[in-house]
């Protein structure tokens, strides 16, 4: 009782350890998740468009804004040129294209007016680009003919909807589990955050010389006294999981979480947190000072984060940081979470490599656990 | 006796290992991550070509103006597409192997792209086939038109559909690009420039509680030395500031220099911007360490969530500033992180200094501001009993 006391003071001391990244990872979870591509369809990426038209919106001018109306997403509200600045810079918006005044008429004279453009950095805006050279070289290409602009409006709607038809493989819409994924990854940091700050600290603070010479000499059998403290770590561990999936229903929602893939998703996050609470004992029994057990939390919780893709996806690290990342558990875990959300159907196949990951990263488990005993035996011997 | 005070001060911050590691060490560490993790982010848009596979059987090769132009988007060094020309069967395995992005094939006239999956090459195999197939038809359109016009005359049609070729490819938009693009992995560098200088409140914060009697021993030694209590406070806030100065300078001339990370050409500017922002961190420090009746630790953590909180705001986790802008406009006015980090990149990105110098402006009024608040606090505190 005197030893789970001493453990759960410890817990409620550092509370502010537990809930600043249980925070970070809420606010994550609810922010940066909102747009997911489809795979069920095809769906162009649209570009964001803000438009500034100086022209009359009438023949050739209304039917150029009405194309773009539907090859991007038209935005509105950036009157004021900082804001328009900074959502260019942010990539919130992916271009402006400001149509000069008698665009329509100019354009059905067979005059070249200059059309402005101004766009943030990034593939999708060369997208908007390709699209509006699409228009305007289909609307100068016919204005050689000489065509009245009713005919010249007629002849570049005809080609511009001589489209292609695209079909697409997949049947299966996997973008709800992209949002599952992003969440369950950046969960990398929550969980080695917490497990790793809150776990040093208890078993550091038994493990301080004095205190185990006096654990020693004092009534508790210290083969009992660790029962204890593994048996209240579990209820900790399995508690602070609990609550992480709690918040991935709200977060995510029922239809996410109450499916094959959210068992799965958990289930791998229960075992990254039993690999977490693996490595916070391994670190432990170095017996840190709490300010270092804080710095060592943040270089290894922010680090893999970094390293592995759970801040930034694993497809736009350098090949050389994803080589290097494979010598760290996180990377086995997000890689995993990455697989089920492309699951389209349960066979050995798609399982066997998520289930792979899994057991590799049980397999760290046990490679952080042999080294503990190792490094505490010897340290034993030493003292 | 301030600058006695002062040497012994800093040399205290400096065997400290802790604030060393979190000053001088973890900002170093965390931008090599960054570096390491962004370091793609904007390498990304460059274009890179990609595989698609083209059904090469009768339909396809009866559409002449489309295979041929399709053609050339697979040749030369400015190429977008590696192209397999395959049946059907193999293009449907190459896709599903994930070997290409996606397959060309033509079914009764009409231009087919089969994909597996949305993304940004999928989207440009099909805007490009469009435009492909947009050029096939202009061209029979200009060149029926022509040949219209001369109907019961003898025609070249060779030469009729060569003008129409020419025409279409001729017909290159007037299109002014303006377009001034930056590297938005900077922003994130400028959040972590801002950060390392938020480190200046666990200094002062740390220099406040070693002349403070109810926190420690060491204040309660101060409070009945004969030295004035403002010289010493002084001082130890003097010591704090100098190695957080020294640390961010470092900093930004480590990220510059070795990482490339962008700051625009103005350097006087840039440390000046280091200067006030550590100097607003430095007054925060002391402000909390003040108002605060608690722990030292406690001070700490109240400290670092204050400075986890700021750096979120300013875009330091993957959500854009921008998006806390409009979600909670007057957080980064008053938020010293925000406001360093909007200091930075207003340096790199506008042409125009006002922005910068409301920043800076803003800096030095929180800092005035947590000063006032700070000393009227300090000010005739007596204790009967300690």
């Known amino acids: 009782m005197i030893v789970s006391k001493a453990f ?39 570009p964001a468009l803000v438009i500034f038209n100086h022209d009359e919106n009438v023949g050739l001018t209304k039917n150029f804004i009405e194309y773009l109306e539907e090859n991007a997403t038209i935005k509105t509200g950036y009157e004021d040129d900082d804001r328009l600045k900074d959502a260019l810079f942010y990539e919130e918006v992916t271009a402006v294209i400001e149509i000069p005044e008698n665009f329509h008429q100019d354009m059905a004279l067979g005059h070249d007016p200059e059309v402005k453009m101004r766009s943030s950095a990034g593939y999708v805006a060369e997208l908007a680009k390709v699209a509006v050279r699409r228009y305007l070289s289909v609307a100068k290409g016919y204005s050689a003919l000489h065509l009245s602009e009713q005919e010249l409006v007629a002849k570049v709607d005809k080609a511009i909807a001589n489209g292609v038809k695209t079909e697409m493989k997949a049947a299966v819409d996997t973008s709800k589990y992209a949002k599952a994924s992003r969440y369950y990854s950046f969960a990398n940091y929550t969980i080695l955050s917490c497990f790793i700050t809150i776990i040093c600290l208890i078993m550091s603070a038994f493990n301080r010389e004095q205190v185990r010479k006096r654990n020693l000499v004092g009534a508790i059998d210290i083969k009992k006294m660790n029962r204890i403290l593994l048996r209240n770590c579990c209820i900790y561990v399995l508690a602070a999981w609990v609550f992480y999936v709690v918040i991935s229903v709200f977060v995510l929602g029922v239809e996410v979480v109450f499916t094959a893939q959210g068992a799965l998703y958990a289930v791998n996050s229960l075992v990254f947190a039993a690999c977490a609470t693996t490595i916070a004992y391994l670190i432990s029994i170095f017996a840190l000072s709490a300010g270092a057990v804080n710095g060592l939390q943040n270089v290894l919780a922010l680090g893999t984060s970094f390293l592995c893709g759970a801040f930034v996806p694993a497809e736009y690290l350098p090949d050389s940081v994803l080589a290097f990342a494979h010598v760290l558990p996180s990377y086995y875990y997000i890689d995993a979470n990455d697989k089920i959300m492309k699951i389209q159907q349960f066979d050995a196949a798609t399982m066997v490599p998520i289930l792979l990951e899994i057991a590799v990263v049980a397999g760290f488990c046990v490679l952080f656990v042999a080294l503990a005993n190792i490094i505490s035996k010897k340290r034993q011997r030493i003292a | 006796m301030f600058w006695h005070n002062y040497k012994y001060a800093l040399k205290a911050l400096l ?45 396809y090769k009866n559409e002449k103006v489309f295979s041929e132009a399709f053609k050339t988007l697979g040749e030369g060094d400015n190429k977008l597409f590696n192209i397999e020309y395959v049946n059907k069967e193999r293009a449907e395995e190459l896709l599903e192997n994930g070997d290409v992005d ?90 972590l420039i801002a950060m390392a200088c938020m480190q200046g409140a666990m200094l002062s914060c740390e220099m406040m509680n070693r002349c403070m009697p109810n926190i420690s021993n060491r204040g309660k030694r101060v409070a009945i030395a004969p030295t004035r209590k403002g010289i010493i406070v002084a001082s130890n806030l003097l010591a704090g500031y100098t190695m957080l100065f020294t640390a961010v300078i470092a900093l930004i001339f480590f990220t510059r220099i070795v990482l490339g990370v962008e700051y625009g050409d103005n350097i006087p500017s840039i440390c000046l911007l280091a200067a006030v922002g550590g100097l607003a961190a430095t007054m925060l420090g002391m402000f909390l360490s003040v108002i605060l009746k608690t722990r030292e630790s406690a001070k700490n953590i109240i400290i670092v969530i204050v400075t986890m909180v700021g750096s979120l705001f300013a875009g330091m986790f993957g959500v854009t500033k921008m998006f806390f802008d409009e979600l909670a406009p007057l957080v980064n006015k008053v938020s010293p992180v925000g406001l360093i980090t909007d200091g930075f990149y207003s340096l790199y990105y506008y042409e125009d200094a006002t922005r910068f110098i409301v920043n800076v402006v803003s800096l030095i009024v929180v800092s005035a501001l947590l000063f006032a608040f700070s000393i009227r606090s300090l000010r005739r505190q007596r204790y009967d009993s300690i």
Do not use: C
């Open chain 1, 8 to 46: 759960w003071k410890i817990v409620l001391k550092n509370i502010g350890s537990i809930i600043l990244p249980t925070v970070i990872l809420l606010m994550f979870g609810t922010i940066s998740v909102t747009s997911v591509d489809s795979t069920a369809q095809y769906e162009a990426r649209k």
């Open chain 2, 15 to 59: 065997k400290n290992r802790m604030l060393v590691f979190w000053t001088m060490i973890f900002p170093f560490a965390l931008a090599m991550m960054f570096h390491l993790a962004f370091s793609r982010l904007h390498d990304y848009d460059v274009f890179e070509p990609f595989n698609v596979a083209v059904v090469n059987d009768e339909a």
């Open chain 2, 102 to 191: 996606g397959y060309v094939y033509v079914s009764d006239g009409k231009k087919i792209v089969k994909i597996k999956e949305n993304g940004t090459n999928q989207t440009v195999l099909t805007m490009t086939t469009e435009q492909v197939a947009q050029s096939a038809k202009m061209i029979d359109d200009i060149a029926m038109t022509e040949m219209a016009k001369s109907a019961g005359q003898q025609v070249d049609v060779e030469a009729i559909y060569r003008d129409a070729v020419k025409t279409v490819t001729g017909a290159e938009p007037n299109l002014k690009d303006e377009s001034h693009v930056m590297n938005i992995v900077s922003v994130e560098f400028y959040s």
